[in-house]
């Protein structure tokens, strides 16, 4: 069985150091977040663990730091639902860090019931995109000061059947949770095309990663009504460590081997679906995004 994982999923090194830089991962007090973080810290990082729950982010502070000797952690409150949240997570960051070398947008929810945000977008698309481009956008300036550094946003291969409804994104005419999670997916790797055109030239790259399907807390609304299908073929399901890897080769391969605005999968280039290649819906949902938060980001 794990000879044909192997054929899948074939595991990926590297003994790059990252002394004396600084990450954020959000959602970081689990599954392939904390995985991510604890790789970092190993590689000697400060890592900031920006979770909604702070029990579970101090408790998962701890057991990276029990578990990787060294290791340069510590939790802060960020609730992706709440622009107020993540503008005092940002202010705190800016206070107390000096350089910020990788922001990795991990945090999400997956095929919920719906439901919206504090600020009224309905709660995937407001989670998993509107959270995450607000936040880079409040803490461009520091990535721009510490350049060279990167933007890595978590996106799933869900966004090959999402389409962009700019008619209906709080989800109120027609809601369906895997085609609201789908479009937010898309939303990851169109907002990470957009932000590579304009950031490249000031030292700031961006990546969207495709984890894989991986058995992690997310996945609870999807994988409760399929549990035949995934205990057969569970030898295609990641642990929370494997699908963490192409989150890591983004942020430790040499630039030169990272083509920004890319969209990775099992630590190489892969080609996302049309819709997520589409140029000119990047460009609306940038707008748009700048639109509902109130923010002017040329």
């Known amino acids: 069985m794990q000879a044909v994982r192997s054929l899948f999923?074939?595991?990926?090194?590297?003994?790059?150091?990252?002394?004396?830089?600084?990450?954020?991962?959000?959602?970081?007090?689990?599954?392939?977040?904390?995985?991510?973080?604890?790789d970092l810290a190993g590689r000697g990082a400060r890592v900031i663990l920006a979770c909604?729950?702070?029990?579970?982010?101090?408790?998962?502070?701890?057991?990276?730091?029990?578990?990787?000797?060294?290791?340069?952690?510590?939790?802060?409150?960020?609730?992706l639902s709440d622009t107020k949240s993540i503008c005092q997570f940002a202010e705190n960051v800016y206070q107390t860090?000096?350089?910020?070398?990788?922001?990795?947008?991990?945090?999400?929810?997956?095929?919920?019931p719906y439901?919206?945000?504090?600020?009224?977008?309905?709660?995937?698309?407001?989670?998993?995109?509107?959270?995450?481009?607000?936040?880079?956008?409040?803490?461009?300036?520091?990535?721009?000061h510490s350049a060279p550094s990167r933007v890595i946003n978590l996106s799933s291969a869900a966004h090959a059947v999402g389409k962009i409804n700019f008619d209906d994104l709080r989800g109120e005419k027609d809601y369906h949770p895997v085609r609201a999670y789908a479009q937010s997916k898309l939303a990851n790797i169109l907002f990470t095309r957009e932000l590579a055109k304009?950031?490249?030239?000031?030292?700031?790259?961006?990546?969207?990663?495709?984890?894989?399907?991986?058995?992690?807390?997310?996945?609870?609304?999807?994988?409760?009504?399929?549990?035949?299908?995934?205990?057969?073929?569970?030898?295609?399901?990641?642990?929370?460590?494997e699908g963490a890897y192409t989150s890591i080769y983004c942020a430790v391969a040499p630039e030169d081997e990272l083509l920004t605005g890319g969209y990775y999968k099992d630590c190489a280039i892969a080609e996302s679906s049309w819709a997520g290649r589409d140029d000119g819906t990047a460009l609306k949902l940038w707008a748009v995004s700048c639109q509902l938060l109130g923010i002017r980001w040329r």
């Not at 990252?18 to 904390?34: E, H, Q």
């Not at 909604?52 to 802060?76: P, S």
């Not at 945000?117 to 520091?142: A, I, P, R, S």
């Not at 950031?199 to 035949?228: K, Q, W």
């Open 9 to 38: 999923y074939p595991k990926w090194s590297s003994d790059v150091r990252l002394d004396g830089k600084t990450a954020i991962v959000t959602g970081a007090n689990v599954g392939i977040g904390k995985e991510t973080a604890k």
């Open 97 to 112: 860090e000096k350089a910020l070398h990788y922001l990795i947008n991990n945090a999400g929810v997956a095929m919920c």
């Open 115 to 144: 439901s919206v945000t504090v600020d009224g977008y309905e709660m995937q698309f407001g989670v998993n995109h509107l959270g995450h481009f607000f936040l880079t956008f409040l803490l461009l300036d520091l990535l721009k």
């Open 198 to 241: 304009r950031t490249e030239a000031l030292g700031v790259m961006a990546y969207s990663v495709d984890p894989g399907v991986v058995n992690t807390d997310i996945t609870r609304h999807l994988m409760r009504p399929l549990v035949g299908i995934i205990e057969t073929f569970r030898f295609l399901v990641k642990t929370p460590a």
């Open 52 to 79: 909604r729950d702070m029990a579970k982010g101090e408790q998962a502070a701890r057991d990276i730091m029990r578990e990787v000797k060294g290791a340069k952690v510590v939790a802060r409150l960020l609730d």
